[in-house]
Structure formats: C-alpha cells, structure tokens
C-alpha cells in the first residue's frame, strides 16, 4: 500500500499502480481508510443537467409534428390523472399513460416530477424472496374465455363494522372483471348466479364449450350444486392445492388490488355507499385503469385488440379460400 502512494504521488495514477502489483482497488482505499488518511480522492459524477421541457407530438395539417412543451404542463396532465378519485398509479403507469397522450418521456423523470408533486406510492417491502414458488401449476391463458378464476375477498364496513363480500370472477388473459357478487353473505347460490351472468356477458356458447374455472377449497365451490352444474354445462372445474393462493395468482392479483386501491382509501358508513362506489370502481378497472401485465393497456382494450386481430385472421382465411 505505501508503494502505491509514492507512485501516486509521483504521478502513477492509482488503477495502474494496484494493477501492477495486482492488488484489488477497494482493498487499496479500505487501507486508506482504517489509517484515517483523508486523501482519498472521490469522483463527482456530473450527469445529465435537469431539463425543464418535454418533447411531445400533435397532428398539425394530418401529419405528426414534435414540440416541446414546458414541464408546467406535463405536471398538469399528472394533476389531472391523479383528480380522478380512483386512479392510484405508481410512477411507471404515469410514465404509459403520459406516453398515450404522445409525450416523449421516461420514468426517471415522472419519477422526479411526481417527488416534486408529492404524488409517489410509498413503496412496497417485498418479503420472502427466497422462498420456493410452484412453477409447472401456474395457469398461462391464451385466448380470452380460455381459463377464469374466481374467489371471494372480504370489505370492512367502518359503519357498521362488519365484513361484506366480494365474490369476483376473473378472466386470465385479459385481467377483466366479468362478474362480481357484492352482500352481506356469499353463498353457493350467489356462486352460481355469477357464473351464469359471466357466461350471459360473454354470450358463450354451451354447445361448444372450452372453459375452464379455477378456485380454491371453499364450501361455496366444494359444493355439490357448484360442480354439478359445471359438469352439466361442459365447465371443467380447477381445485389448487391446500395452502397454495399461488396457484390462483390472477384472483389474488386482483384482490391486492382492490386492498391498496379501493379498501385502503376509502372508509364506509353503510352497505348500500360501499356497493355502489364498488361499481363505480369495478367500471374503472375493466376500461380507464392501465394494466401493466398486458402491456399497459386497460382489460377492455385488450379484449377489443384480440377481437380485432382474430377477426382479421378469419377474413384473411376466407380471402385465401376463395
């Protein structure tokens, strides 16, 4: 160590002078350290100077002209986000929605502008992190109506303290809420009226049928009039395994949202005001709220895209044919 600091001081600079005697740098500057020695010389990195304006395109004469535009008004797009009561987006959502209104920006600086608005999630601590996960289990949707899911979750009533519930079907591949039953209690009838209003919605054909639901152990869906009107149908009923919500990851997805979204930020004093706000909710998240797992689209977008490509498959098919 007291080689290499006379030939610093001779002019070597450090990184050759520990490569010659192939001692690792960080042991060089930790011995520096434990003698106290205040000559350890540190590097401010300059970095990229904060700029106060964003590049953003408009239609000008039917064709795309990029601008740019002072970050006052991106700060006011964020505002105008942010006003809708139901909109709870970390900085990553704001970075795709921005982008859907055409500005050309990045997430380190919504990142900024929304510390700056005071507009951050506080951030999540993540547990568990080596704990083994069930892989060849996890269901992988293809098609929508392919694969739902469906369970119950509990609301707290603050004024009436009691426990309401949500019994919420969910198709895996676009992320919608089909249907969802809303009470005081949620039994194996309330079960089956839900799974007949989503199979209504979706106008699935029971004469060709290829659906299957997936569900935990309750007695709502252990039920004997549950799997026999499946079976009826042509449903194929899914069970997980005892103890393993992973196995049911879209659902319990869904319900984390409805924890940090919708319970979290909103107190009730009745039934009838958290069922009707619950609606509004519901309406959000199957057509405003952006979805990152499909590509920073709402469910109803998704739904729509699939339609149209696959009807433009069949067209295609047809134009072939003839």
């Known amino acids: 160590m007291e080689l290499i600091q006379i030939w610093k001081e001779k002019g070597l600079p450090v990184s050759k002078g520990v490569k010659l005697l192939s001692v690792p740098r960080s042991t060089y500057y930790s011995s520096l350290s434990l003698r106290g020695d205040q000559t350890i010389e540190k590097k401010q990195s300059k970095g990229r100077h904060e700029t106060k304006t964003t590049f953003k395109f408009i239609c000008l004469d039917g064709k795309p002209k990029k601008i740019t535009v002072p970050d006052e008004t991106v700060n006011e797009e964020i505002i105008n986000l942010f006003s809708n009561e139901f909109v709870c987006y970390g900085y990553h959502k704001v970075t795709w929605f921005l982008r859907r209104k055409e500005y050309i920006i990045n997430h380190k600086k919504v990142y900024r502008l929304m510390l700056e608005l005071h507009l951050l999630r506080p951030k999540l601590i993540k547990r568990g992190n080596n704990v083994k996960r069930v892989k060849d289990r996890i269901v992988i949707a293809t098609q929508p ?28 591949f676009t992320r919608e809420i089909i249907s969802y039953h809303f009470g005081r209690h949620c039994l194996k009838g309330d079960v089956k009226r839900i799974i007949d209003e989503a199979l209504r919605v979706k106008k699935i054909s029971l004469a060709n049928i290829k659906l299957r639901i997936r569900c935990d152990n309750g007695c709502q869906f252990i039920s004997t009039l549950i799997r026999e009107y499946l079976s009826s149908i042509g449903i194929q009923q899914e069970h997980i395994h005892l103890a393993s919500p992973q196995e049911n990851a879209y ?22 005001e958290c069922a009707e706000k619950l609606k509004e909710w519901v309406n959000f998240y199957n057509n405003e709220r952006i979805h990152s797992a499909i590509g920073y689209r ?3 977008e998704c739904y729509e895209e699939y339609e149209e490509k696959h009807l433009k498959l069949k067209i295609d098919s047809f134009k072939r044919s003839i």
């Open 298 to 300: 709402t469910p109803r």
């Open 251 to 272: 659902i319990e997805s869904f319900h984390s949202i409805i924890h940090f979204e919708f319970t979290q930020r909103f107190e009730f004093d009745t039934f009838e």
């Open 145 to 172: 109506n392919e694969i739902w899911e469906i369970d119950i979750k509990y609301i707290y009533i603050h004024g009436e303290r009691r426990n309401a519930f949500v019994c919420s079907i969910i198709d895996c």
